[in-house]
T-cell receptor, first 111, second 118 residues
Framework: NAGVTQTPKFRILKIGQSMTLQCTQDMNHNYMYWYRQDPGMGLKLIYYSVGAGITDKGEVPNGYNVSRSTTEDFPLRLELAAPSQTSVYFC??????????FGQGTRLTVV | AQSVTQPDIHITVSEGASLELRCNYSYGATPYLFWYVQSPGQGLQLLLKYFSGDTLVQGIKGFEAEFKRSQSSFNLRKPSVHWSDAAEYFCAVGSPMYSGGGADGLTFGKGTHLIIQP
């Protein structure tokens, strides 16, 4: 039981490039989330999903896209990377009572 | 909109001393309340949670937290800290499922960085 797995762990992007952050969970959770963490700012919700085929915007969705084709996977897509997207990204999943299980994070730098 | 305030950005405590980390929330009713811990370079690990019932909740690693409705607080405590407790601590609130929430994630405070002095 691996929990929530994120790849890659680190990535450096150039301005304007795109990439996909991968997230998969093996707990059969319906709810999945993407957060970004910036120093001194806590975690901000980017997108969330309540099940396969259903996604919705969180607090800071601009510049990102998501899809949820299966229960297990919830990739986050960055189009036209900008320096403001330099952050640590966390994927999480939940069985619905609010408690979230987090991945180890992806540290992204846009230069 | 719900919000969480952690008034202390940094706290320094001597090893063996007691610890209290403060958390205040803003929410229309009683939310679900959580404390998470993050070690450097790691993800977040759940320490404890409050949904309802007994207002004093016990968590892992010897931590406890007390929900005080009148003060909209959910402070985290530990009687005696260990050097391994040095980490970032986050308080979070979530919308209860019975109120139609639960799906839209948690709202986090900005975190308290705990430093342990030998």
């Amino acid at each position: 039981n691996a929990g929530v797995t994120q790849t890659p762990k680190f990535r450096i992007l150039k301005i304007g490039q795109s990439m996909t952050l991968q997230c998969t969970q093996d707990m059969n959770h319906n709810y999945m989330y993407w957060y970004r963490q910036d120093p001194g700012m806590g975690l901000k919700l980017i997108y969330y999903s309540v099940g396969a085929g259903i996604t919705d915007k969180g607090e800071v969705p601009n510049g990102y896209n998501v899809s949820r084709s299966t229960t297990e996977d919830f990739p986050l897509r960055l189009e036209l990377a900008a320096p403001s997207q330099t952050s640590v990204y966390f994927c999480a999943s939940s069985y619905g009572q609010g408690e979230a299980f987090f991945g180890q994070g992806t540290r992204l730098t846009v230069v | 909109a719900q919000s969480v305030t952690q008034p202390d950005i940094h706290i320094t405590v001597s090893e063996g001393a007691s610890l209290e980390l403060r958390c205040n929330y803003s929410y229309g009713a009683t939310p679900y309340l959580f404390w998470y811990v993050q070690s450097p370079g790691q993800g977040l690990q759940l320490l404890l949670k409050y949904f309802s019932g007994d207002t004093l909740v016990q968590g892992i690693k010897g931590f406890e937290a007390e929900f005080k409705r009148s003060q909209s607080s959910f402070n985290l405590r530990k009687p005696s800290v260990h050097w391994s407790d040095a980490a970032e601590y986050f308080c979070a609130v979530g919308s209860p499922m019975y109120s139609g929430g639960g799906a839209d994630g948690l709202t986090f405070g900005k975190g308290t960085h705990l430093i342990i002095q030998p």
